[in-house]
């Protein structure tokens, strides 16, 4: 039986919230929930009352599913069937210092269900450098200590050259909803390729003059192993800078870039 369907009589495929889960809490319960699934199950989900159609679409997919068809009415709340992706769930929720944002996931990622799982790709080694994370490769755990992970597109694909504009713009949408929601202290994009197509094409790394969903914004370059440009060190340097403008924001002394 899945996690969170508390009545024994309900089908195995149906998964209803946990009773007086707060809204803030599901991105988190819906990831643990991408972890019992298996690529191409189908779940026929039972939200909290109060959602509308287009969050509960943003969770759904935020969570590792392909939402099939339009909300419905349930017996508590929205009702929606969806399918369980080969993506990477997002690892979200309230009072977060910064959220980091990928372009997409690669196959390799998406098969382990941790993002910049190849053990090529420096983030995981830079975050424990500039001491964002406490543990290697666990995305839960960096979450605990107020670091959240997002990708602005859920495909995966082996390059970031593989997605397309309307991709990165439909998934800019989303990652700016969800930081208007949760608002996160800072949100930093990993990777240029998806904020010089949807915002600034000129753009470089470091803070950005607009914000994303009211949160400061933090560019920085792809941590992949075809980076050749940048290093361990380069890389913590920027997750620091980003941290700590996330940082600056909680505490209310964040000025502007």
Known sequence: MLAGNTDPSM???????????????????????????DVGDVVDLELPAGIDDRHVVD???????????????????????ATRAHTLADTVGPGMTLLVCGINP?????????????????????????????TDRDPLAALEGGIGMTDLVKRPSRTAAEVTEAE??????????LCRWLAPGAVCFVGLSGWRTVVNPKAVAGRQSVTVGGRP?????????????????????????????????????????
């Open 217 to 257: 914004a933090y560019l920085m370059p792809s941590t992949s192993g075809l980076n050749a440009h940048e290093t361990k060190d380069s890389l913590a340097v920027h997750l620091r800078a980003a941290a700590a403008l996330g940082r600056s924001t909680q505490e209310g002394t964040c000025t502007g870039s």
């Open 11 to 37: 089908d195995p495929r149906a998964w209803r919230a946990p009773a007086h889960l707060m809204i803030t809490e599901l991105p988190i319960v819906l990831a643990h929930l991408y972890r019992t699934t």
């Open 168 to 177: 990165y713009a439909d998934g800019f949408a989303r990652v700016e909803r």
């Open 59 to 81: 969770l759904v997919t935020g969570a590792g599913f392909v939402v099939n068809g339009q909300p419905r009415n349930g017996a508590i709340g929205p009702r929606v069937s």
């Open 106 to 134: 690669s196959p390799y990622s998406a098969d382990i269900g941790v993002g910049y799982g190849r053990p090529g790709n420096r983030f995981w080694p830079a975050a424990l450098m500039a001491d964002l994370v406490p």
